[in-house]
């Protein structure tokens, strides 16, 4: 069972940065790939970025390539979502989901392709 805490969320103005942090339980973080999803009251999850098991691929979004980066450290089990020119669109609470997956380089970019899901952290983007 993997257990996920994110953090690093919080309130920020239109074009401003924030790193959110995603810390795992499982010793055997790089056998999950990572991602960070997003969801808004009324609307359902979006995928946002998505990390391999070994960091050497990665998927984003449309709405957020070039703005935001996603890494991994394997040593210490945790993922980072880096958000820079926030705008308040980006305004959601940001879940942290990890997945296994067989080959090493494989990015899931739906939420079925995550079993294991942290409680979230609200980012506020103000215009």
């Known amino acids: 069972q993997v257990q996920l805490v994110e953090s690093g969320g919080g309130l920020v103005q239109t074009g401003g940065s924030l790193r959110l942090s995603c810390a795992a339980s499982?010793?055997?973080?790089?056998?999950?790939?990572m991602a960070w999803f997003r969801q808004v009251p009324g609307e359902g999850r979006e995928f946002v970025v998505g990390?391999?098991?070994?960091?050497?691929?990665?998927a984003y979004a449309d709405s957020v390539k070039g703005r935001f980066t996603i890494s991994r450290d394997n040593a210490a089990n945790t993922v980072y979502l880096q958000m820079n020119g926030l705008k308040p669109e980006d305004t959601a609470v940001y879940y942290c989901?990890?997945?296994?997956?067989?080959?090493?380089?494989?990015?899931?970019?739906?939420?079925?392709?995550?079993?294991?899901w942290g409680p979230g952290t609200q980012v506020t983007v103000s215009s």
């Open positions: 989901a990890a997945g296994r997956t067989i080959l090493r380089q494989t990015v899931h970019t739906t939420d079925s392709g995550y079993g294991y």
């Open positions: 990390i391999s098991r070994s960091g050497g691929s990665t």
């Open positions: 499982e010793r055997t973080f790089s056998n999950y790939a």
